[in-house]
């Protein structure tokens, strides 16, 4: 029991903590509605199992433990967020206008770029590195695989609210003129993120 509450508070402290995810579902949600942040939110938690699988089958430690492929997860994740951080940065459209085309982000495709940021998100990786390999004292797979599940599930509830208040009608009605300015720190904030683990390389 001790161990599960472990588990709990540590990953509310990771998941609660402004990072690309978290960035990311705020976007979706200015630019494309509650609908595809939600989904977003989907491929967050998902995500979140991919790495529970990794880090209960060992592949997560042989990951992180090659300097080749750990070195190209960073290049991967840095230049998506990069990409995502632009495209926010250069969008010149309304928030009505992104509202009114949503319909070109279809569900998976907001559940696809959650997905990816997730499973790209070296902040994600190296937490599960830590929590399953340092943490958790449990040798039953099954017992990890149902902390993962929690994980995942708990990471969707936890960016669905998040998504539920930047699309809420008081939101909205408070800061609509402020969508566009919110929308371009949102993009700044990935760009900042991603040159953060770039340079993490080199200095």
């Not at 990771?14 to 690309?20: C, D, E, I, K, T």
């Not at 938690?45 to 430690?61: C, E, N, P, R």
């Amino acid at each position: 029991m001790t161990e599960f509450f472990t588990v709990v508070i540590l990953h509310m402290f990771a998941v609660m903590s402004p990072g690309p995810d978290f960035f990311l579902v705020s976007r979706q949600s200015i630019r494309y509605g509650r609908t595809i942040a939600l989904w977003t939110a989907g491929g967050i938690g998902t995500g979140i199992l991919f790495h529970s699988g990794l880090a209960v089958t060992g592949m997560l430690i042989i990951l992180a433990s090659n300097d080749f492929y750990f070195l190209l997860l960073k290049f991967i994740c840095a230049f998506y967020l990069v990409y995502l951080g632009l495209t926010s940065l250069l969008n010149v459209s309304s928030f009505d206008e992104d509202i009114n085309n949503k319909d070109k982000w279809s569900r998976a495709g907001g559940f696809t770029v959650g997905l990816i940021t997730n499973i790209t998100n070296i902040k994600a990786l190296l937490f599960f590195i830590s929590l399953f390999g340092v943490v958790l004292s449990s040798s039953n797979n099954f017992s990890l695989m149902l902390y993962g599940l929690y994980m995942a599930v708990m990471t969707f509830v936890w960016f669905a609210f998040v998504s539920y208040i930047f699309t809420s009608n008081f939101f909205i009605e408070k800061f609509l003129k402020f969508f566009g300015l919110f929308e371009k720190f949102l993009g700044l904030a990935l760009v900042i993120i991603a040159l953060k683990i770039l340079l993490s390389e080199f200095i």
